[in-house]
Every structure is written in C-alpha cells, then in structure tokens.
C-alpha cells in the first residue's frame, strides 16, 4: 500500500493522542452531569436496518436521499450505518416494556453520513445525544434545552447562541405546507433545481437551503408559526417563558425547522461563530416516530463532539492533555531476565503502578535510553546476576544511586512510591 492508502477514508479520522485525552475528559464530563439529571446510557448498534431510518427521518430528507451508507447483507437485507442516534433508541424503546416508554437514554459513539467532507463536516463524526421519553410536555423541552446548555457551559463552551422555534402538531403539517406552497408558488423559476423538487414532495425542507437565491426568498415568507393552532402557539409559548428562569436565552429563528421529518413542537439549534459554516454545536427537538407497534414520543438533542474540540482548541481553552508518567521502568538483561520482569511487572500494575518495560531484548544502553524517555522516576535492572542472587538493582533516575533489594523490598518500596 502507498502512502495514500494508508491513510483513513475521506472524511474519516484516526483518532489519537494527545487529543484523545481531551475527548476522554468531555466523555467523562457529559457522564457525570448526565448522571445528576437521571440518564442511563444506551449503546444500540452501529449497524441497523436502513428502513429504521428512512421511517424515521424520512424518505425526502438530504441525510437518507444522498448521505446513507446503505447496502445489502449477506442475506439480502438492507442494512446501514447509522446517520444518527434517534432513529436506533425509539427503535429500542417502541420494543420494550411500559417503563422504557418513561426513561431517560444517554448515547456516546460514531455516526455516519456520506456527505461532501469540509471543515466541520466529517463522514464519520461523533455525538453525544440524550432522549427523554414520557412527559410530552413544555417542562421536559425547556429541561432538554437547559441541559444542553448546561453540558456545554461544564465543557468551557458559555458563550453559544441558543435558536428555537416550533414545527407544530402533526395537525398543524397541512395548513403549514399549503401556507408555505401559496406563499412560494409565484416565485417557482426562482428557486433552485432542488427547491422546485422539494415543493412537491417536502416544502418545509426549502427553509433549510443553501442556494443565496432560494434563502433571499425564504426569509420573505410568512413565519410557519402564523399557519398553526393555538395548541402548537401555547406549547411554544411555555418552552420560551420556562428557558429565561433557567438561565437560558434563546432567540426564536422562524425559519429554523431541522432536517429531520419526525420533529413536532419545539425544534433547537446551539451555535458557536468560532465555527465557520457549519457552525452548529447541537441540535435537538420534540419527535414522535412510529414504528407500527405504538408511537414512541420524546425530546432530545445531539451534540457534534467533533465541532465541540474544534472550538475548544481554536480558543485554547481545551484542557492540556498529558499522559500520566510511567512510575518504574524495567530492564532486562537476557531472555530468562524477560520472563521474570514480565511477572513482575505484572504485579506492579496490579498495585497501581504504572511500568513499562522493554520486550525487544534490546542491550543495556537502548533500554537505559527507553526508561529516560518514558519519564519514569525509578529504574528497575535484572540480569543474569541478578537472578542468581535474588535480587533486583533499584536506580534513582535522577540522582543515579543505585542499590541492590531483594523482590518483596522492591515491590514495597515501588508500591509507596505509587
Ligand atoms: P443533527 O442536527 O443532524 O441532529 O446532528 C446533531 C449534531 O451533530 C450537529 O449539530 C453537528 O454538531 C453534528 N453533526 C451532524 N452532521 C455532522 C457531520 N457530517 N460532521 C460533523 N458533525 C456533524 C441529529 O442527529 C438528531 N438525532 C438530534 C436529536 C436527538 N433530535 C432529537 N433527539
């Protein structure tokens, strides 16, 4: 393979470190205050049926149209890597017992998504997201809202716009959709390629365009909200006056509707300038999805962890990643010397004691070399002579002293040094 091949898909990121420390740090973080609101983790599979999502989100959105990574198993079934995590947890709770209906689901992993690479954009990309199910309610979407805001002010990131508006009641779809098609239809030559496809099948879907042309035209167009009912008017109405006591202030953005077909009532973005383009932090909202054994609820919302480390580094504000020091480091002099330290070592790590040691049956002076590099305060040298006499050379690596102690003494004194 050249060198070209060996580098990972387009789109796609070998993960190392030391930025791997930093996204250990967010994990860890998002666990803990996901555990003070009451979430328990879910890890459905990367790998699920492709109708999951093309039920869900809808046959006509961008993300399964054009950005599905669907084929066909070895059974003939179609299948896919999962575009995000909704679709894959409603699955999981429309299967289960009457007390999944009522939980609090936590996810962290890999989402995929055969879209044009670009800063910000990834084809492989990772969220943390949550899904409330139960309370269909104002009080869950204004706690769902504030938390994420939370989350993001836990990982240094207070500075974010926070976008809400309404989708409505699925009631309220038709009179938006009609409101939408009589407002846009003198303007039909106007609109991209993709728009005039969109007004039949999906209008809602050309107030997320792209194209400069058919965004002048849309932000001339009537509010959604002024084509829906009273109950979708006050729903949206609590969620905003609940925000502001919660030290959330969030801006309406009429045209906002996120690009998934099973959002109801409230639907959010988190945006951070630092971004660029794809400036979107966070994305969330009320859904049902219907996967014919009863419709499943919930409010939820979806954190880009990509784009929170790139904010976080541009503003070098990402806390400093560095990999604990080793504590000992052992070399080995000849292969029987090997095999000891190898059980030695062992018992180190299970007191704690973080050690490395040299397999390559490299001489005295590389291995020396090793231990200097590693940063390890102690140095731990047996050879053949050693051996005989049962015992173990302990070096200060920063003064030098050296002095022989016999294994049960070395592993005490190693073990209280940590
Ligand atoms: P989404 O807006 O498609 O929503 O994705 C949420 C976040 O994932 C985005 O705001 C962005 O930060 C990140 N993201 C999306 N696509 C990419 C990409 N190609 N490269 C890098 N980051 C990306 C959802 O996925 C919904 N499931 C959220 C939700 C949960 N709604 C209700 N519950």
Redesign the pocket.
Known sequence: MDRQQLQPLQGMTDLTAPEIALWQTLEEKARRLLDLYGFEEIRTPVLERTDVFTHSLGETTD?VSKEMYSFHDQGGREICLRP???AGVVRHVAGGGPEALESRLFYIGP?F?A?KPQA????Q?H?V???IFGPANPYADAECIALQAHLLAEWGLADCAVHVNTRGLPEDQKPVTDGLRDALRPHMNELCEDCRRRFDVNVLRTLDCKQPGCRTLVEALPEITSFMGEAARRHFGKVRDLLGPMGVTASVQPRLV???DY?IHTVW?ITHTALGA?D??????R?VIDFGKKAVE???????M??IVAVLTAAGTAPAAHARPHGVWIISLGEEAVRENMVLARQLREKGVKCGMDLGMRGMKAQMRAANRSGAPWAVIRGADELAKSVCVLKDMKTGDQAELALTDLLTRLTAAG
């Not at 919930?298 to 880009?304: M, P």
């Open positions: 993300v995000e995590g909704t989402m998504r879209e910000g954009r990834k084809r990309f969220q997201g949550v899904e996120r690009g998934f959002y973005e794809q979107a932090l966070s994305g969330g909202g859904y919930g409010v939820g919302f979806a954190i880009g990509e784009r």
